[in-house]
Nanobody, 121 residues
Framework: QVQLVESGGGLVQAGGSLRLSCAASGTIRSINNMGWYRQAPGNYRDLVAQITSDGGTNYADSVKGRFTISRDNAKNTVYLQMNSLKPEDTAIYYC???????????????WGQGTQVTVSS
């Protein structure tokens, strides 16, 4: 069984920074793409940033230049450094992995439980 556990959310003033972490636990051989999504009340869950196993990145236009995604493959962990935060960044942030290889086979599309990020104006 694979679990993704996020941490690092909280309350911050506009212009501030937060760093989110997501650690995948279990007997893991490899993880393909990892990503961060967010969902504000009444909205869909949208992609924020994604990183491939070899470090290629993709960002939503709304966070380009402010957020940076990175990963540590040895620790099965993905990070999201969020700078210059705006009130519209307020949402629950979810971690995702599209394919996780384990001795038992592939685990497809596991999600973390989410962490709340609130940016006050």
């Amino acid at each position: 069984q694979v679990q993704l556990v996020e941490s690092g959310g909280g309350l911050v003033q506009a212009g501030g920074s937060l760093r989110l972490s997501c650690a995948a636990s279990g007997t893991i051989r490899s993880i393909n793409n990892m990503g961060w999504y967010r969902q504000a009340p009444g909205n869909y869950r949208d992609l924020v940033a994604q990183i491939t196993s070899d470090g290629g990145t993709n960002y939503a236009d709304s966070v380009k230049g402010r957020f940076t995604i990175s990963r540590d493959n040895a620790k099965n962990t993905v990070y999201l450094q969020m700078n210059s935060l705006k009130p519209e960044d307020t949402a629950i942030y979810y971690c995702n992995a599209d394919r996780v290889a384990t001795p038992s086979g592939l685990i497809l599309n596991p999600w973390g439980q989410g962490t709340q990020v609130t940016v006050s104006s």
